[in-house]
C-alpha cells in the first residue's frame, strides 16, 4: 500500500530527484516528488571538459585542473546532460558514470584534507609547483595552497593559481587588485610616468569556490628571484641587474604607494622574473598589503597595534618587528635589505634567522648607522654609490614621510648608464 501524496518509489540506481534540465526531448528530467517540487527551476550541472570534474556555472576555470572553461551553455555541457539522460535510463549503470563524473571532486577533497605529496605530473598538464603553508590569514588553523604553472588544455597558456580560506590573507590580495589596479587606471599612470610596464601582475579571473575557499588566477609569473639566487655561485646578483631590478620595482611601490597601499612584505620570495619576458621583473604576494592612508589620511604610528614580526623576517623593516602598521618606509627599507643581499650574498643577521629578537636588535642597531651596515654587508668590497644613496635615503625616512621616488630613479638610471645599459634593457636571465 502506497503512502498519501502519491509520492513515487524508484528503482535502485535511478535519482529521480537529482536535477532537472531544460531543453528537447533528449534532455534529462527529474520525477516530481510533489507539485511543489515539479515548480522548482532547473538547475544546471557543468562539468571541466578536460578532466570530468563538476564546476559551478560561473565559473572560468577548472579549480582541478586549472583548465580554461568554456563560456556559456557550451556543447560539452549538452553532451554531459545527454550522458546523464541515457545513464538515468540505464538504471545500475548511472552509478559507474557518476563515480567517473565525481573524480575530480575526489582529487580536490584529497588536496584539501590531509596534506601530502602532489601526484606527478601528466604530459597533459604541469603542476610542478604546487606546495602548501601555513595560511598568514589563519596561522595554525588552515592550510594556503598555491598552485603555479597550471597549463590550460585550451589555449596552451601557462597560469599561477592562488587558493586560501575565504576569510584568509587572499582577501586582502583580491581587494587590493579591485581597488587600487584597475587595468585603466595602470595604463594611465604608465603614460604618465612615460614606463614602458609596471612591475605589477595582472589578475586575470577570482572568486570563490564551494562557498569556504578564495581563488585568484594570474598570468604565470615564471621564477622567483629567490630560485634564481639559489643557482648562482655565491648566490648573488651583478651590479648591473641588481639595479635593473631595483628601479623596476621602485616604480612599482610608487605606483602602489600612490593608490594609498603598501606592499608589506617585499622579498625576494615575492619578486619573479621571466624567460620568456626578459625585461619584464614582477613583484607578487599581496597578501600583507595594506592601506596605510584611507581617504587620504595617514595611519597613526602606534607601536604593538598588530602582532608583531609579520612577513619574511629577514627582510621586513623594523616598524613591523614592533607590530606597528607598515608605511611607505617599511617598503622601501625592506626593498634596501633585498638588494644587499643581492649583491653580496647575505646581510649582518642573515645566520640569525632563527631568533626573532637578535634579528630586530640588528636591524634596531644598524638603523642610524647605515655606514656599519654596508661594511659588515660588503666586507672588503667598496659599495657603489648608487647602494649609499639609496640605503641612506630609506633608513632616514620618517614614518609619514613620502619617499623621493624622483630622486633615486635618477641615481639608479646614471648608474645603469654608467654600467653601459639602458633602463629598461632586457634582463638576460642567463646573467642574473
Known amino acids: 500500500m502506497e503512502p498519501a501524496g502519491n509520492s513515487r518509489r524508484c528503482r535502485p ?67 554531459s546532460r545527454e550522458e546523464l539522460a541515457e545513464a538515468a535510463a540505464d538504471g545500475p549503470g548511472l552509478k559507474k558514470r557518476e563515480a567517473h563524473l565525481c573524480q575530480g571532486d575526489q582529487r580536490k577533497k584529497a588536496k584539501c584534507s590531509t596534506p601530502g605529496p602532489s601526484p606527478p605530473p601528466s604530459p597533459s598538464k604541469s603542476l610542478e609547483s604546487f606546495k602548501e603553508q601555513t595560511s598568514p590569514g ?34 586582502h590580495e583580491q ?20 614606463l614602458p610596464f609596471l612591475a605589477i601582475p595582472t589578475c586575470i579571473s577570482f572568486g570563490l569556490h564551494l562557498g569556504d ?30 639595479f635593473h631590478i631595483l628601479l623596476r620595482l621602485v616604480d612599482a611601490l610608487e605606483f602602489i604607494h600612490d593608490n594609498e597601499y603598501v606592499h608589506g612584505n617585499v622579498s625576494t620570495e615575492n619578486i619573479f622574473v621571466h624567460p620568456d619576458t ?13 592601506r596605510y592612508c584611507p581617504g587620504n589620511k595617514h595611519v597613526a604610528y602606534v607601536e604593538r597595534k598588530r602582532t608583531p614580526h609579520q612577513g619574511t623576517l629577514e627582510f621586513i623593516s623594523l616598524d613591523l618587528h614592533k607590530g606597528i602598521d607598515p608605511s611607505r618606509r617599511s617598503d622601501m627599507q625592506a626593498l ?20 626573532t629578537l637578535a634579528v630586530m636588535r640588528n636591524k634596531e ?62 634582463i638576460s636571465l642567463l646573467t642574473v
Open 13 to 79: 540506481g535511478t535519482r529521480l530527484a537529482r536535477a532537472q534540465y531544460p531543453g528537447g526531448a533528449d534532455d534529462a528530467r527529474a520525477a516530481p516528488a510533489s507539485e511543489g517540487a515539479a515548480n522548482r527551476p532547473a538547475r544546471v550541472i557543468r562539468f571541466c571538459p578536460e578532466c570530468r570534474g563538476r564546476v559551478q556555472p560561473s565559473f572560468h576555470f577548472c579549480p582541478y585542473c586549472g583548465g580554461s572553461l568554456p563560456a556559456g551553455d557550451a556543447p560539452e555541457d549538452r553532451g
Open 138 to 171: 589563519l596561522p595554525g588553523k588552515g592550510k594556503a595552497m598555491s598552485v603555479s604553472d597550471s597549463e590550460t588544455a585550451l589555449s596552451k597558456q601557462r597560469f599561477s593559481l592562488k587558493l586560501d580560506f575565504k576569510n584568509g590573507r587572499l582577501f
Open 175 to 194: 581587494n587590493f587588485f579591485q581597488r587600487a589596479v584597475k587595468p585603466k587606471e595602470v595604463e594611465k599612470w604608465k603614460k604618465s610616468h612615460f
Open 213 to 242: 575557499y578564495r581563488f585568484m588566477v594570474f598570468p604565470d609569473l615564471g621564477r622567483s628571484l629567490q630560485a634564481v639566487l639559489d643557482e648562482r655561485p655565491g648566490h648573488v646578483l651583478s651590479e648591473k641587474t641588481a
Open 278 to 290: 626578459p625585461s619584464q621583473v614582477t613583484l607578487a604576494g599581496y597578501s600583507c598589503v595594506f
Open 336 to 355: 634596501g635589505y633585498c638588494l644587499l643581499k643581492w649583491l653580496y650574498g647575505a646581510l649582518p643577521w642573515t645566520s640569525q634567522l632563527s631568533d
Open 365 to 426: 642597531r644598524f638603523m642610524n648607522n647605515v655606514a656599519e651596515l654596508m661594511r659588515q654587508s660588503c666586507g672588503q668590497r667598496k659599495p657603489p654609490e648608487a647602494l649609499k644613496t639609496y640605503l641612506n635615503a630609506a633608513m632616514a625616512l620618517q614614518y609619514e614621510e613620502k619617499p623621493n621616488y624622483g630622486m633615486l630613479e635618477t641615481v639608479l638610471m646614471a648608474a645603469l648608464k654608467e654600467l653601459r645599459v639602458e633602463p629598461y634593457d632586457s
